[in-house]
């Protein structure tokens, strides 16, 4: 009788190549700038989690570098173990891999998330107070009577200009006008909008409060929104061909022209992407 081998598991052989390295999935995302996301979906043989062809492959290449592995040998394992038909129709997945570092990473993440909600909070609370007292002093400079009950404003005196204003209650123009000037601070976003715009084609993958939310190739000309709580973990297939914009503000590149990249953007760091004005 002969005994058939079983079929290498090439996701096992990934993370046993980084266990011997004494590697975390975290670092060696932050070597190659892939996802964590993607570098578990690849030791889970997760394969619908990748983007396909040359980038799945741009992928395993990279991760084979850090962990010592010949690139183009693990490239031709990846390819024989999943062919193209179930690289594009997905592929059944083994049980998923633990990552203390990464574990321990994100308990500290919610941690701060929270010190950081602690301080915000009360803040806001005292913006909201404040800005409402604002409200109070131009109703009562501009004549306009504030029906708490209904919610309604019932303007006495909008058509008067400030000089008319003055006259009557025997203020200066220039009081009047540096009373029309108070008004409350503007809200503090919650969410992070990102809008994309391909001015050459790129494959774009996004998740979005860790939920993939986009898995398709950009044609010149095509935007998409993004809406984000928490986070969105953004990847390119090429940096350059794809313009950003975080809350209505042009960003950088994600990464550089002819380069896979991808990023992490969230309400705490986004800021560090935008151009400078």
Known sequence: MVLQQAPEDFGKTLREARERRGLSLRQIASATKISLITLEALERNDIARLPGGIFS????????LEVGLDPEQTIQQFMGQFPHDSVTAGHPTTGKTEDYDAIA????MGSAFLRVLAIVVPIAAIGVYFGTAGRRVVSQVFGVHATESAGSLKPAAVAQSPAALAAESGDSPAVVADSAAIA?????????????????RSWVSADVDGQPALRR?????DEQTLNARRDVVLTV???????VTLNGAAAKPIGPRGQTATARLNLTNFREYLLAP
């Open 57 to 64: 492959r741009a992928f395993v290449r990279s991760y084979a």
């Open 217 to 221: 190739a950009l044609q010149p000309g």
């Open 237 to 243: 297939g090429d940096g350059g061909a794809i313009t």
């Open 105 to 108: 990473g994100d308990h500290r």
């Open 184 to 200: 409350p601070d503007a809200p503090a976003t919650d969410r992070l909008v990102i809008q994309l715009k391909a001015v050459q």
